[in-house]
């Protein structure tokens, strides 16, 4: 069973930061577009970013330009999503999802859609 895994969530103060990453068990993250998305309580989930296969960024949430930055390295088969200058509105799950050779920011058409991790902001 393929799987895909985002990690690195927690519990963190207003203003501080934390790393996510995403790893895949059973395919090679370099042919696919890496989406993260967040669901926050009561929320809709909604995407924040994306990163090609070339390593070019795509943002989806203006909220976290500026803030977010997104980095894959093929080599250790990982996707990263850098979190700074945190808020408590960016309270939610996070998750990662793969797309072959491109991006969206639809759930929905993500081919591989992994569990996701807690990222808790306090104020």
């Known amino acids: 069973e393929v799987q895909l895994q985002a990690s690195g969530g927690g519990l963190v103060q207003a203003g501080g930061s934390l790393t996510l990453s995403c790893a895949a068990s059973?395919?090679?993250?370099?042919?696919?577009?890496i989406a993260w998305f967040r669901q926050a309580p009561g929320k809709e989930r909604e995407a924040i970013m994306c990163?090609?296969?070339?390593?070019?960024?795509?943002y989806y949430a203006d909220s976290v330009k500026g803030r977010f930055t997104i980095s894959r390295d093929n080599d250790k088969n990982t996707v990263t999503l850098q979190m700074n200058s945190l808020k408590p509105e960016d309270t939610a799950v996070y998750y990662c999802?793969?797309?072959?050779?491109?991006?969206?920011?639809?759930?929905?058409?993500?081919?591989?859609r992994g569990k996701g991790t807690l990222v808790t902001v306090s104020s």
């Open positions: 999802a793969a797309r072959r050779y491109t991006c969206s920011s639809y759930y929905s058409a993500m081919r591989y």
């Open positions: 059973d395919f090679a993250l370099g042919g696919y577009g």
């Open positions: 990163i090609h296969t070339t390593g070019g960024p795509l």
